[in-house]
């Protein structure tokens, strides 16, 4: 009855079109299975994504919760001007949807059930996924630094959502510097042929 909105898993369905299609198999479970389970054992899912979804559109008492008035008046905007809102509510909207319903109902829980799947069919060469992931990067960082506006998150203190949720911004906005770190390793050991300390590893396993 708290439940107000569930998600499945998306799987790859075109994985063997070419190498692009290939490298976003594991991608793909680990943010559409393994990050959404973890987040279902907090009760709100962080993105609900568009491609499969249900919402519970009515209480049972009648009470309209996705065709509420906060969450309509807020996402049903036509004068989006600044950068941050246009990466909001135009490239990532099924995230803000998210965002608002965990702002508005915090009393609800966004679910994820593993057992139901749908099949997608993804970018199969590397400029169409350098282009998709582009949109989809920028709308998740302006997103998270909604979420962390939103004070109802369940959790205490430092197990709460909103840690988590500052975990993975921190992450995301530091991955160029590990992918020229990890350039840097790779140098460190076939080219100036130089034994790589666990220290460095850890280091790097952080980032």
Known sequence: EKVLALC??????????????????????????LKKAFEAAFGCVTCLPGCFTMYRIIADDGT???PGDGVLYEYSRNDIETLHEKNLYHLGEDRMLTTLLLKHYADRTLTFVP????????????????????RWINSTVHNMFELLKVNTM????????????????IATMILPASYCYAM????????????VSTVLLIIYGII
Request: proline share 4%; aromatic share 12%; charged share 15%.
């Open 184 to 195: 840097y390793l790779l140098f460190l050991v076939f080219v100036d042929d130089l034994p």
């Open 8 to 33: 499945g898993e998306t799987k790859v369905d075109n994985k063997s079109s070419s190498w692009v299609t290939m490298i976003q198999v594991f991608e793909y479970y680990n943010s559409h299975h």
């Open 64 to 66: 309209p919760l996705l």
């Open 115 to 134: 057992e139901a799947t749908c099949w997608t069919i993804v970018p199969h060469t590397f400029r169409i996924l350098l282009s998709q992931r582009r």
């Open 154 to 169: 369940c959790g205490v203190c430092c197990v709460s959502m909103k840690v988590v949720v500052f975990i993975d911004l």
